[in-house]
């Protein structure tokens, strides 16, 4: 029995980075832009900027209205539009960007076909820039609308004679208990 346990403990060990999300952008693919502020902590000048500007209800509504979402990592935690990530979900965002080791805090933007655009700043970033940064993404990824996932066609009704109505399928039988294992 101990055996058992601490190969199955082995296995969720190796197992669990890559049952990992690999790509967490990919959400927002097609749907909206991504703005990644990667900051060393929460008291970064740059993210408590750009988060003290999405308070005020107008920048609030042209951030909305570009389709920008806002992750920020501070430190090793991770925030999708002010909601926690997972520990793994914000590491395989950092590695997703691939930015390399840089000093300072990074701001890219992500199209929504994918394609990342770091903004240059001194010090802090204002919304102004990023809204800038967004309206001079080329024509062709303004046009990029997300994908629709089409509705499963309705089966059609078993044909039989009229009024009469179909019996229902009788429950099927349960499985056999598994046999114990033996050590």
Same mark, same amino acid.
């Given at each position: 029995?101990?055996?058992?346990?601490?190969?199955?403990?082995?296995?969720?060990?190796?197992?669990?980075?890559?049952?990992?999300?690999?790509?967490?952008?990919?959400?927002?693919?097609?749907?909206?832009?991504?703005?990644?502020?990667?900051?060393?902590?929460?008291?970064?000048?740059? %993210?408590?900027?750009?988060?003290?500007?999405?308070?005020?209800?107008?920048?609030?509504?042209?951030?909305?209205?570009?389709?920008?979402?806002?992750?920020?990592?501070?430190?090793?935690?991770?925030?999708?539009?002010?909601?926690?990530?997972?520990?793994?979900?914000?590491?395989? %965002?950092?590695?997703? %960007?691939?930015?390399?080791?840089?000093?300072?805090?990074?701001?890219? %933007?992500?199209?929504?076909?994918?394609?990342?655009?770091?903004?240059?700043?001194?010090?802090?970033?204002?919304?102004?820039?990023?809204?800038?940064?967004?309206?001079?993404?080329?024509?062709?990824?303004?046009?990029?609308?997300?994908?629709?996932?089409?509705?499963?066609?309705?089966?059609?009704?078993?044909?039989?004679?009229?009024?009469?109505?179909?019996?229902?399928?009788?429950?099927?039988?349960?499985?056999?208990?598994?046999?114990?294992?033996?050590?």
């Amino acid at each position: 029995m101990l055996v058992r346990s601490l190969t199955f403990a082995t296995l969720l060990a190796v197992a669990s980075p890559l049952l990992a999300d690999d790509a967490p952008l990919a959400v927002d693919l097609g749907k909206s832009r991504p703005l990644i502020v990667i900051a060393p902590s929460t008291a970064d000048p740059t %993210l408590r900027t750009l988060n003290e500007a999405l308070k005020d209800p107008a920048t609030k509504s042209k951030f909305e209205e570009r389709n920008l979402v806002l992750y920020s990592v501070a430190g090793m935690v991770g925030k999708r539009d002010d909601k926690n990530l997972e520990q793994q979900t914000t590491m395989a %965002l950092i590695r997703e %960007l691939s930015l390399g080791a840089r000093k300072g805090t990074q701001v890219v %933007l992500v199209g929504k076909d994918g394609e990342k655009h770091i903004i240059e700043h001194d010090g802090t970033v204002e919304p102004e820039q990023i809204f800038a940064a967004v309206d001079q993404l080329p024509a062709s990824e303004k046009a990029i609308v997300a994908p629709t996932v089409a509705a499963p066609a309705a089966e059609p009704a078993p044909e039989g004679k009229p009024g009469k109505h179909a019996k229902p399928a009788k429950p099927a039988k349960p499985a056999a208990p598994p046999k114990p294992l033996e050590d």
